[in-house]
């Protein structure tokens, strides 16, 4: 456990690190020096994301070597998620039951681009998302309240490859979660999604999957930056999180490190969910 939290501390220092400063009194970066160091941070960052699913596996092994098995979401989870889809049921349509965009012409979301960059009503915490979006990707998620982490899949259910596929969740807290690593994703082809939420306290989210290069994003996709306007704010949201429950900070700024810190979140979580079921076992030990 100590040697994956080292690890957590680590890779943490190291992508702060990794994030350029810079102050008024410096000089900007010509377009051949913000490439470079654009390509420098993008190669820092699968150094480090590979570093931190590598912990990940650690601790899957820690778990089975302590006879705890895989992380299962309780029946406390389960029981809260019923209740709330019931409660959002009136509000949301039983966000599950709507979740068959193809009967809504794209769903609550409206239809969008490419990029599948569309925002819709935020839904209670503990309810499940199963929705087709207008860019041809099914995404099914659910919170897991044990591990602090949003998981769930992304299916292409189009006849062509889905490029640079990523998804992320908006809190109502303001926090803004992801985006998860672009990956391509094939006809037919399901992925998984993960997204930490680590440190959070909110009721309601929104989540949506993203493919290609969304106009206003620029060649590097979140990497062109992202603007308050497109997000609603999203990213300068960021600075109200300690007044309104959020998280324990916000994401890096070089959009490069972000799936690095959704995967540190995930890890933090899956941590913390190993450290209560060793407590719980040891009182049935005790018994």
């Not at 650690?58 to 406390?76: F, K």
Request: proline fraction near 4%; aromatic fraction near 4%; glycine fraction near 18%.
């Amino acid at each position: 456990m100590m040697r994956i939290a080292k690890i957590s501390m680590m890779v943490l220092g190291a992508a702060g690190a990794g994030v350029p400063v810079c102050q008024d009194d410096e000089p900007a970066l010509d377009s051949g020096g913000q490439e470079q160091q654009s390509v420098q941070q993008s190669a820092d960052a699968d150094q480090l994301y590979d570093l931190v699913k590598q912990a990940r596996a650690d601790l899957r092994q820690m778990r089975a070597a302590a006879g705890l098995g895989a992380h299962q979401a309780g029946p406390r989870a389960e029981q809260a998620e019923s209740h709330a889809q019931r409660e959002g049921a009136g509000e949301h349509g039983g966000r599950e039951g709507r979740g068959t965009g193809d009967e809504r012409g794209g769903g609550e979301h409206g239809l969008s681009g490419e990029g599948g960059e569309d925002e819709g009503a935020y839904v209670p915490k503990m309810t499940k998302q199963n929705e087709l979006f207008a860019n041809g990707a099914r995404l099914v998620l659910e919170f897991d309240p044990g591990t602090q982490a949003f998981v769930g899949s992304v299916t292409n259910t189009t006849a062509r490859t889905l490029a640079q596929v990523r998804v992320e969740v908006h809190l109502d807290n303001g926090t803004e979660l992801g985006p998860t690593k672009r990956i391509d994703v094939a006809p037919g082809q399901t992925v998984p999604v993960e997204l930490g939420a680590f440190g959070n306290q909110f009721s309601a989210w929104v989540s949506h999957p993203e493919a290609g290069v969304e106009e206003g994003h620029g060649g590097g996709g979140e990497e062109g930056g992202e603007g308050a306007g497109e997000h609603g704010g999203g990213e300068g949201r960021g600075e109200e999180i300690g007044e309104r429950g959020g998280g324990e900070g916000t994401r890096p700024r070089s959009a490069a490190y972000r799936p690095v810190y959704n995967q540190l979140q995930i890890l933090r979580g899956e941590m913390r969910a190993f450290e209560v079921d060793m407590a719980a076992r040891s009182r049935q030990d005790e018994r």
